[in-house]
């Protein structure tokens, strides 16, 4: 019977752990400066809604790549209260001081965190639709919140463009629909997200993982 020394065991685990990292997936970091986060929410008044956007949305997706697609690792996206704009200055100050303004008079970031998600399918000139569940965080208070999100990898596939569309209470955060002059809105909220970015970090590790 062949014997294992000490010194063999060693040199063969070293070799395993080396082959695993080597063929560990790649971690890549895909950042988003310029997305575009808008809203849309109806009022009392059948003929009247109001809409507004912000053209300032950042993100910062983890992610990695095997064979049946795309891994998200982690998710995270926010925007400035303070630069959704609803096209009337007035409406903006009454939007901020009822929805996004704590009791302390500060205005926090929209915020949104999420941890793994798998997209099957997605590949360069093809679209996914994944299915993303995390923490939504308005005026400081985080909420679990889902949406789908249609994913698609771009030119020779460093590129990246995802658009979705969800619906947010006010309710759920404690947040009285706003009325003004008689016209109150929706407790219903619909939102639209559209990010593209681009990868811009590489890390290789031995579970895809920092």
Known sequence: MTQITFRSFIIGLGVAVASASAQAPKSQLVAVDNGVASFHVRTNIPALEVSGKSASLQARVRMHRDADGVKLERIEAWVSATTLKTGMSLRDEHMRKRIFTTSGGEVPDLRFESGEVNCPGVAPGREATCAVTGTLAIRGASRAFSIPLKVR?????????????????????????????????????????????KEADLVATASGRR
Not at 156 to 178: C, H, N, W
């Open 153 to 197: 990898q771009e030119g020779s596939g460093t590129a990246f463009r995802a658009v979705g569309d969800g619906v947010v209470k006010l309710s759920d955060y404690g947040i009285e629909q706003p009325s003004q002059l008689g016209v109150k809105t929706s407790n219903e909220v619909s939102i639209h997200l559209d990010l593209s970015g």
